[in-house]
């Protein structure tokens, strides 16, 4: 049951979803890419206009997605849960981040010197680094979410508060604090209005034609908002923020039901593997590409370092499966989990 009291079902795996995390991560990848490119080369590219489009919901929707199952497993006992909602992510979190700093230790030792890098390091553990402060978040609203629930505060009420916490203008410095008092309405809506993202998505399968013209209305008026500089007013951020998680339900679900979300569907299904390893192959294209000047155009570059973060990762999975080692990168081992699980479970998934 969500916490507004009504079912959702149990799934193995449902296409819109999978499509609609396939979307989100390849947004955020596109984001960290061209904003990447551009400080680089030091100019804009035509990629930007769809990044600056994007901002108002590409980490809402990756948030309300987020929490979309949480009904599923709420109710289950501390330890289940913790192994599941907080051990798990843990592990990628300080796996990852080891790895992002083994290899940029070098260049940080020659501006902050060793002992500046090992207490980057460590900082990093209070304050989200970089590209992993998302797996880091999570965690915290799975944990929180049960806690309010476990005490049977009422969801009207959370909501509202998570609410309020949003169009507040929170900003501490610290990733943490500022990035959930800017999200946690969205993955909390999630929870509690699981059903009705189902039922929007199969409503918007049986009246495409009502969908699209839906989707033209909310784009022209997002695309408004967001390129005449009201895009982060108080309440025009969270209702923005909003109508495009909905939107991007709405094209998933559309995009299946027209049989064209296979590749996004598998994105999705690998959301974690691309999210926690295209930083490198991100960056190395990014320096290529730029250092050899055989690409022009910064539009171009951004797409096609854009691509390379999120095929590169796929690539590296495959590479794991062909020959049956590495999986420790993107799987859980036995010795990193409360509870035990099988040997060969599928892929854990960040939005799940």
Known sequence: MTADGTAIPRPGRVDWVDAAKGLCIIFVVMMHSTLGVQ?????????????????????????????????????????TYLDRKLVHFAYFYVLWLTIQFAVKAPSMAGEVGWTGVAGQYLLAYVQPFGTLWFIYMLPVMFVITKLLHDRGVPWQVVLAGAALLQIAPISTGSVLIDEFCS??????????????????????????????????????????????????????????????????????????????????????????????????PMAATRIILLKTGVIGDIG?????????????????????????????????????????????????????
């Open 39 to 79: 400080n680089a080369a030091g100019e804009e590219g035509w990629l930007g206009l769809v990044v600056e489009f994007a901002r108002p919901f590409r980490m809402p929707d990756f948030f309300m997605i987020s929490g979309l199952f949480l009904a599923l497993v709420i109710d289950r006992p501390w330890r």
């Open 183 to 280: 999200r946690y309405v969205y993955f909390h809506a999630g929870y509690v209005f699981a059903t009705r993202a189902f039922a929007i998505a199969a409503w918007t399968r049986a009246h495409a034609t009502t969908g699209i013209l839906g989707l033209i209305t909310w784009g022209v008026v997002n695309g408004v908002l967001v390129f005449s500089g009201f895009a982060d007013l108080p309440v025009v951020s969270l209702l923005l923020g909003t109508a495009g998680a909905l939107a991007v339900i709405i094209v998933s679900a559309l995009l299946t039901r027209a049989g064209l979300a296979g590749w996004l569907a598998y994105c999705g299904v690998n959301s974690i593997v691309i999210y926690l390893a295209f930083f490198f």
């Open 300 to 352: 171009t570059i951004s797409a096609i370092v854009t691509a390379a973060g999120v095929l590169a990762p796929l690539v590296l999975l495959w590479l794991i499966a062909r020959f049956d080692i590495g999986w420790f990168l993107f799987r859980r081992p036995a010795w990193a989990r409360l509870e035990a699980g099988p040997p060969r479970r599928p892929l854990p998934q960040a939005a799940e």
